[in-house]
């Protein structure tokens, strides 16, 4: 069984532009979560999508947003790129949002 | 909001040594994960343990969910258990987990 899958693994993008991330859950899942780890700092919470639906937001600003597919699959989508938006890009997935969370490898994003 | 704290910070031990890595919360929860976070970033799953204790090979961890803590064990440490190990507690009704800073594990040959 496949585990949740990132994509791309590695991403360097200019000052200003766009990114779209994307993750597909382990199947049967249907809850994605969306995770940002600045270099020496633990996970902090973007986003969750459940069945479609956003359950939660983090302390993002609106330059950040996230949509949830048919098949659960999901994209994180930044906009106007910062230099501190540097960061490892995580996704986990679970089966309903509220028990063991399983987390992919990960994007690394530079912005320079 | 919940507070997760992790303890200590940084150890550095030799291969072979065991260590206890704590994990204190602030608030009652009703579930908790332990990570390790490889060198590459990968997020591995070790325990989900809302209480009791657990075993898996030479990793074990116990949640006292009454006293707001759980404890990482690792024996006879292996310079693969090198890493960032941590915790996540569920928090806005389960919506999201809130990490601990981590504990940095560094085991020497």
């Known amino acids: 069984d496949a585990g949740v899958t990132q994509s791309p693994t590695h991403l360097i993008k200019t000052r200003g532009q766009q990114v779209t991330l994307r993750c597909s859950p382990i199947?049967?899942?249907?809850?994605v979560s969306w995770y940002q780890q600045v270099l020496g700092q633990g996970p902090q919470f973007i986003f969750q999508?459940?069945?479609?639906?956003?359950?939660g937001r983090g302390n993002f600003p609106d330059r950040f947003s996230a949509r949830q597919f048919p098949n659960y699959s999901s994209e994180l989508n930044v906009n106007a790129l910062l230099l501190g938006d540097s960061a490892l890009y995580l996704c986990?997935?679970?089966?309903?949002?509220?028990?063991?969370?399983?987390f992919g490898s990960g994007t690394r994003l530079t912005v320079v | 909001g919940i507070q997760v704290e992790q303890s200590p910070p940084d150890l550095i031990l030799q291969e072979g040594a065991n260590s206890t890595l704590r994990c204190n919360f602030s608030?009652?929860?009703?579930?908790l994960q332990w990570f390790h976070q490889n060198p590459w970033g990968q997020l591995i799953n070790l325990f989900y343990?809302?209480?009791g204790t657990k075993q898996n090979g030479r990793l074990s961890a116990t949640t006292v969910a009454t006293e707001r803590y759980s404890l990482l064990y690792i024996s006879s440490s292996q310079t693969t258990d090198s890493g960032v190990y941590f915790c996540?507690?569920?928090?806005?009704?389960?919506?999201?987990?809130?990490f601990g800073s981590g504990t940095r594990l560094s085991i020497r040959p």
């Open positions: 986990a997935s679970s089966i309903q949002g509220e028990t063991g969370y399983t």
């Open positions: 199947s049967g899942h249907k809850s």
């Open positions: 999508y459940y069945e479609k639906e956003e359950r």
């Open positions: 608030d009652s929860v009703n579930n």
């Open positions: 343990i809302p209480s």
């Open positions: 996540a507690v569920p928090y806005s009704s389960a919506s999201k987990i809130i």
